[in-house]
């Protein structure tokens, strides 16, 4: 079935370090992708999306290509600061199965001054 | 503003009780969804449902329920018969079937049984 891996945490960066974090995808069709990002105690919210292969989605300095000859859609960003510190998660929806979310397991950051 | 909106914030409830948590949107989405996350760990979905009066279970549906009889609303109850309901509960929304998007979630409910 379909299904989202994303890489192990925690990680830790200082502050303008880059940043990467790999998400890969088992799924048929053509799925969207997404990253959302969740701040302690609170819900998830959409960092950025891209609906088709090659498509770039990017949002406040960060950015995820949707690479389908790879089924990856890694999150980069090139200067982290102390206020990313947070739970990322990438997740894909599937129009073939009546628009299930599939979510990875979360990469928690934490960035230090 | 639209949004979904989740309460109570914050939840106590003793051994044996049934809880309520209560999810609202406007955004006038079919879907909505429950999602359980523990510490450290993803998200896990309880219950679906793409239209009113119709639901699905998810991958850990068993101790809960839910009812969808309003568009707007998808509470979800936890039963004496979930063994381990601590844990931080969210509830999202989409639009719904053939017009995939994004998912909408609320600020989650974190349920502590006492």
């Known amino acids: 079935g379909d299904s989202v891996t994303q890489m192990e945490g925690p990680v830790t960066l200082s502050e303008e370090a880059f940043l990467t974090i790999n998400c890969t995808y088992t799924a048929t069709g053509y799925p969207s992708l997404f990253w959302y990002v969740q701040y302690p105690g609170e819900g998830l919210q959409l960092l950025l999306k891209a609906t088709k292969a090659d498509d770039k989605g990017s949002n406040k300095g960060f950015e995820a290509t949707y690479r389908k000859e790879t089924t990856s859609f890694h999150l980069e960003k090139g200067s982290v600061q102390v206020s990313d510190s947070a739970v990322y998660f990438c997740?894909?929806?599937?129009?073939?199965?009546?628009?299930?979310?599939?979510f990875g397991t979360g990469t928690s950051l934490t960035v230090i001054p | 503003d639209g949004g979904i909106t989740q309460s109570p914030k914050y939840l106590f409830r003793k051994e044996g009780q049934n809880v309520t948590l209560s999810c609202e949107q406007n955004?006038?989405?079919?879907?909505m969804y429950w999602y359980r996350q523990d510490p450290g760990q993803g998200l896990r979905l309880i219950y679906y449902s793409q239209i009113v009066n119709d639901f699905q279970k998810g991958d850990i549906a068993e101790g809960y329920s839910v009812s969808r009889e309003k568009k707007e609303s998808f509470p979800l109850t936890v039963t004496s018969a979930q063994k381990n309901p601590t844990a931080f509960y969210l509830c999202a929304s989409t639009l719904g079937e053939d017009r995939g998007t994004e998912a909408f979630f609320g600020q989650g409910t974190r349920l502590t049984v006492v």
């Open positions: 997740a894909l929806i599937q129009p073939a199965t009546g628009n299930q979310f599939y």
């Open positions: 955004l006038n989405h079919d879907a």
